[in-house]
């Protein structure tokens, strides 16, 4: 390390603090044997539990000495992931009667893994040989027989990588004796830079679906926010090519065979941060068939930390919290150099869980105790139970969703008679639930098919409903309809319309039926005209609703009550809102709720249905057609006698 760096190093003014950590969920012990500018390689493991949310990768790391504070560092992520291909020198063509041979040089000071040669041509495969030399005289073979080829659309025009050597000079030489000579207009060579180093990373295939015309793989990587270098698949197929996507990463596999040897190129350069454990590996098979893959090789790139350890003895990293705001050290700007500078290494233990941590820290303090609220105005409650203080999640059941309007202004979550603040989410997905279906035969109409399907119970808040046919071919128009007794009579209420068809050769395939609004009926109609075709079937159905999620937070265990159904009800204005987004990163406790209680609300309730009418009801009722009867009687001509 440079003397001048090094006294930058430590002049540098710490952000440092006493600090609480008990908003991060892991932590790794690191022994520091002597003090000065130190690198350590984080754990996949650490990386896992990251919970870094925008800004910089890893932003959430904090590396605290054994004084306990906070201390500033740098993540060396590399600058240039991707190998650098730089223009050879001196490229030079000699054609001999049954060899083309080319000469060419790498930039100077150059340490060089792989060479690149450059063609207009196409249609051809040529068999090659590589030689490498440090002093220009003696020549040393790095791949002999390779195949070099641009033919139906596979391209392969690298000669296997080699290991890394400041080379001088380079030579190809090109078999012509089967096949007339190509012309080459130049070479690159692969300058790789300290930074691109891989490790091996242990994976394995979760799953495999196929699909028309795609393979589709599960890669479980065995750790989040890895890194990745690059992917190898092995396959034992002699011969093919085939397109293949990995976090937008794109390549083209191919293995050829040509008189008694092989080319190939299997890898997909990845090069960036897998912020799952999961990842998809898309293979775009045509109209081939699908590739036998024996397993996957994952290579990942290291992370490191770098900083400046002022002490001996034990130090800590933390991560795992997404509320961290994002450090701004000065020593950032130092990065570049800091990057490739001589450092200590120092021995880490095994990551764990934080012992401090605590649920109630990684959420900001809104206060325990709202406003007063007087719930009798409110119709049905329900304990909400947890286990732990914190962020409470629950999600609202469908039970619960009927009773309350779709804006959930008439919702209140209620502690020791005071309002919580909360905050609602509605992430955009939806729970399934199977329903029953009956068809109806109407002699009436005897072109149209018609089913009835029983929903869970009324005022369901399905938005979708999801249906299977065995019909193999087919277009219809379907509606789905209920039907409302008023005061008038019968009327029909449309819910949804929409078109279904099946081709040929198409697979069977659900269909979604998107509800215009949400059934109030316990039973649905849905009806198609067939016309002249055969009857359609519909062998099951299944309706969706949306999640809705309600976050609050409390500071212990003491009861609380979900109150709902008060259509009067004004709208609210938490101040929470402020804090959404750190509420919904904020580490959650799972709440469920409990059976349905009535509240004084219940029996005031004019949206209320009340049945038949009670006695008074009857009772004017009563008064009324006997007033119409008399009135009627008056009007009558007496009997003449």
């Not at 078999?175 to 070479?187: E, I, L, Q, Y």
């Not at 200590?344 to 990551?351: E, F, G, I, L, Q």
Request: glycine share 6%; net charge negative; hydrophobic share 40%.
């Amino acid at each position: 390390m440079k003397p001048h760096l090094l006294f930058i190093a430590l002049c540098m003014p710490l952000v440092a603090s006493e600090a609480e950590f008990a908003a991060w969920t892991h932590r790794q012990t690191v022994q520091i044997a002597q003090p000065g500018l130190t690198r350590i390689e984080l754990e996949p493991e650490l990386l896992d539990a990251s919970s870094a949310t925008g800004g910089a990768s890893f932003h959430d790391l904090r590396v605290v000495s054994p004084a306990g504070k906070a201390m500033p560092y740098i993540i060396a992520l590399p600058h240039i992931i991707r190998p650098e291909m730089v223009d050879a020198d001196g490229f030079k063509t000699t054609l001999n009667s049954s060899t083309t041979v080319l000469e060419f040089q790498p930039p100077l000071g150059s340490t060089t893994t792989e060479v690149l040669l450059q063609t207009h041509a196409s249609g051809f495969i040529k068999s090659a040989t590589l030689e490498a030399s440090l002093d220009g005289t003696n020549w040393q073979t790095l791949a002999s027989n390779e195949l070099i080829c641009r033919q139906n659309g596979t391209e392969r025009l690298r000669f296997t990588p080699f290991a890394a050597a400041a080379w001088t000079r380079f030579r190809v030489t090109l078999d012509d004796a089967r096949s007339k000579p190509v012309v080459f207009t130049g070479a690159q060579v692969r300058r790789d830079l300290p930074e691109s180093r891989t490790v091996s990373q242990p994976v394995r295939i979760r799953g495999r679906t196929e699909t028309a015309g795609e393979t589709h793989l599960k890669i479980d990587l065995g750790s989040a926010n890895l890194l990745l270098g690059n992917v190898r698949l092995h396959t034992p197929e002699a011969v093919f090519q085939r397109e293949a996507t990995l976090l937008g990463a794109h390549a083209t596999l191919f293995r050829l065979q040509h008189e008694g040897r092989s080319a190939e190129d299997l890898d997909i350069g990845v090069h960036q941060i897998a912020a799952t454990r999961e990842v998809e590996l898309v293979i775009r098979n045509g109209d081939s068939p699908p590739l036998q893959i024996e397993s996957i090789e994952v290579t990942r790139h290291p992370v490191p930390v770098v900083f400046q350890a002022d002490a001996v003895g034990e130090w800590q990293l933390f991560i795992g919290n997404a509320q961290a705001a994002e450090p701004r050290y000065d020593i950032a700007a130092l990065g570049d150099k800091l990057r490739d500078a001589s450092a200590n290494s120092a021995m880490a233990s095994a990551v764990e869980a934080n012992a401090d941590f605590r649920k109630t820290a990684t959420a900001p303090e809104v206060g325990d105790v709202g406003p007063a609220i007087d719930v009798s105005p409110w119709s049905f409650q329900r304990p909400v139970q947890f286990k732990e203080a914190g962020v409470i999640v629950v999600e609202l059941i469908p039970e619960v969703l009927a009773r309350t309007s779709n804006d959930l202004h008439d919702m209140r979550v209620v502690r020791d008679g005071h309002q919580l603040p909360f905050i609602a989410i509605k992430p955009g997905v939806d729970r399934e639930v199977e329903v029953p279906i009956v068809e109806v035969i109407d002699p009436k109409a005897p072109t149209w098919s018609k089913w009835d399907i029983q929903m869970p119970f009324a005022n369901y808040p399905a938005n979708e409903l999801l249906l299977d046919s065995p019909t193999p071919l087919f277009a219809r128009t379907l509606t789905v309809s209920e039907q409302h007794l008023t005061e008038k009579g019968h009327f029909e209420r449309i819910l949804s319309n929409a078109n279904w068809q099946r081709l040929p050769g198409q697979a069977p395939n659900t269909f979604h039926l998107a509800l215009y609004t949400a059934p109030r009926a316990a039973m649905i109609r849905l009806a198609t005209d067939n016309g002249d075709n055969p009857r359609l079937q519909i062998t099951s159905a299944r309706v969706l609703y949306p999640v809705v999620r309600l976050l609050f937070r409390v500071p212990d265990t003491t009861p609380v009550q979900l109150c709902y159904g008060n259509r009067r009800a004004p709208y609210t204005r938490y101040d929470l809102q402020l804090v959404r987004k750190d509420f919904e990163n904020a580490t959650q406790v799972a709440g469920t709720l409990g059976d349905e209680e009535k509240l004084p609300g219940y029996e005031a309730d004019p949206n209320r249905p009340s049945g038949l009418g009670g006695p008074w009801i009857w009772a004017a009722l009563a008064l009324v057609v006997g007033a119409l009867l008399w009135v009627v009687a008056k009007m009558l001509p007496k009997k003449v006698e």
